[in-house]
């Protein structure tokens, strides 16, 4: 699973994308592996949308019920986002996914740093809600800065499910 904008799809707040182009990017494209989704979209937000961030904790926690997704002007999201998490964890289910290649850093979808709910550009460690969701369901995220890691995680994967395959 992968993170639509960072295939080039216009879907950032922002109308942005966030494309990052990589030599395995582009294999996994041709191997026809890549499942993308932005939950945000998929959480009925639309295409340009007021930026958000995480208030009160991590993804985890607004999952819990413990924190919120908030914009700037104090409008609570959070519904969206819970929708948008629910929505990649029932495709990751549908297709079989191990592994996701989330974008780092947004509220739905960083797995290694998340916006402290500030609104001041201020990183702190942390996971979005939908990076959260997947990994509580034991699927491996991973940034677009750990594209190697997600190699090899596929790789020791794929070598598990080949040796427990049955003889012929
Ligand atoms: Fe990209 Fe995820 Fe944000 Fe959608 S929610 S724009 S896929 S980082």
Same mark, same amino acid.
């Given at each position: ?19 990052? *182009? ?104 942390? *996971? ?41």
């Amino acid at each position: 699973m992968i993170s639509a904008c960072l295939l080039g799809q216009r879907v950032r707040f922002d109308g942005a994308a966030a494309q990052v *182009e990589d030599e395995l990017l582009t294999r996994w494209i041709e191997e026809g592996r890549l499942v993308a989704i932005c939950p945000e979209v998929s959480g009925g937000l639309p295409v340009p949308r007021p930026s958000a961030e995480l208030r009160g904790g991590s993804g985890a926690d607004a999952l819990d019920g413990r924190s919120l997704v908030v914009t700037a002007s104090n409008t609570d999201v959070s519904e969206h986002f819970l929708a948008g998490a629910r929505a990649a964890l029932e495709l990751a289910q549908r297709h079989r996914i191990r592994v996701a290649v989330l974008k780092d850093r947004s509220p739905s979808c960083g797995s290694l740093q998340i916006y402290d709910g500030s609104f001041t550009r201020t990183r702190i460690g942390g *996971e979005g809600v939908t990076a959260a969701l997947l990994r509580r369901s034991g699927i491996r995220v991973f940034s677009e800065a750990e594209l190697p890691a997600a190699a090899a995680a596929l790789a020791e994967l794929e070598s598990a499910l080949s040796g427990a395959a049955p003889r012929r």
